[in-house]
Antibody, heavy 122, light 110 residues
Framework: EVQVVESGGGLVKPGGSLRLSCAAS????????MKWVRQAPGKGLEWVGR??????????DYAAPVKGRFTISRDDSTNTLYLQLTSLKTEDTAVYYC?????????????WGQGTLVTVSS | QSALTQPPSASGSPGQSVTISCTGT?????????VSWYQQHPGKAPKLMIY???KRPSGVPDRFSGSKSGNTASLTVSGLQAEDEADYYC??????????FGGGTKLTVL
C-alpha cells in the first residue's frame, strides 16, 4: 500500500524557516517524481513544486510564489522527501501535502498524505 | 501561471447528474491530455477521481467520468449520492514543468 506521511509543521515567525519531511513507503521511491501541494485555510489547492527522480536528473521546479524561497530535496536511501521553507510570509500559512503521481512521472496527484500545518504568524 | 477557472458551486438532487467545468487555455488544458480531478471532503486530503482527462483509478465509481473539449475539461457525476457532496478540483499540466489547479467547486447534493 502506498503511504506518504508528512511531518515538521508548526508555528514560525515571518521571515523564519522550517523544514518539512515526507516519509514514503509502498512504492519504489527512487523512481518517483515527488510533489508538494499546499492549501491555505478555507482556500483551494496550490501546487508548490516537484522533484524528478535522480535517473531523470533530479531537477526541481517551483510555483512562482515560492521560487527562490522554498527548496525541495530527496534522500532515496531513506525514502524521504523534504521541503525547506525560508523567508516565510504570512501567506505561506497552509496545510502542506506530499504527493506522487499515478505513474512514477505522471503530472497528477494520486497519493496524498494527511498533510502538515504550517502557520506563519508573529 | 493562472489558476484554472471552475464555477464556485454546483448542485443536484440525488439520482441526478451534474457537470463541473474547468476552463484553461491552449497552454494547459487545451494543450495536453493531462487533466485530473480531485474530490475533497472537509478536513480530509484530496482524492484522485480522474486522471489523463477520462481515466478512473480502481475503486472510483463509474458514476464519475471526465472529458475535454478545447480548453475546457469537465467532470460529470451521474446518479448523485449524498456522499458525493464535497469540493472538487481540477488540475492540468501547464507546460515548462508547471502544474496548475482550478479554484475548486463546492458540490451540494440537495
Amino acid at each position: 500500500e502506498v503511504q506518504v506521511v508528512e511531518s515538521g509543521g508548526g508555528l514560525v515567525k515571518p521571515g523564519g524557516s522550517l523544514r518539512l519531511s515526507c516519509a514514503a513507503s509502498g512504492f519504489i521511491f527512487k523512481n518517483a517524481w515527488m510533489k508538494w501541494v499546499r492549501q491555505a485555510p478555507g482556500k483551494g489547492l496550490e501546487w508548490v513544486g516537484r522533484i524528478k527522480s535522480k535517473v531523470n536528473g533530479g531537477t526541481t521546479d517551483y510555483a512562482a510564489p515560492v521560487k527562490g524561497r522554498f527548496t525541495i530535496s530527496r534522500d532515496d536511501s531513506t525514502n524521504t522527501l523534504y521541503l525547506q521553507l525560508t523567508s516565510l510570509k504570512t501567506e505561506d500559512t497552509a496545510v502542506y501535502y506530499c504527493t506522487t503521481g499515478f505513474y512514477y512521472d505522471s503530472p497528477d496527484f494520486a497519493y496524498w498524505g494527511q498533510g502538515t500545518l504550517v502557520t506563519v504568524s508573529s | 501561471q493562472s489558476a484554472l477557472t471552475q464555477p464556485p458551486s454546483a448542485s443536484g438532487s440525488p439520482g441526478q447528474s451534474v457537470t463541473i467545468s474547468c476552463t484553461g487555455t491552449s497552454s494547459d488544458v487545451g494543450g495536453y491530455n493531462f487533466v485530473s480531478w480531485y474530490q475533497q471532503h472537509p478536513g480530509k486530503a484530496p482524492k484522485l477521481m480522474i486522471y489523463e482527462v477520462n481515466k478512473r483509478p480502481s475503486g472510483v465509481p463509474d458514476r464519475f467520468s471526465g472529458s475535454k473539449s478545447g480548453n475546457t475539461a469537465s467532470l460529470t457525476v451521474s446518479g448523485l449520492q449524498a456522499e458525493d457532496e464535497a469540493d472538487y478540483y481540477c488540475s492540468s499540466y501547464a507546460g515548462s514543468n508547471n502544474l496548475v489547479f482550478g479554484g475548486g467547486t463546492k458540490l451540494t447534493v440537495l
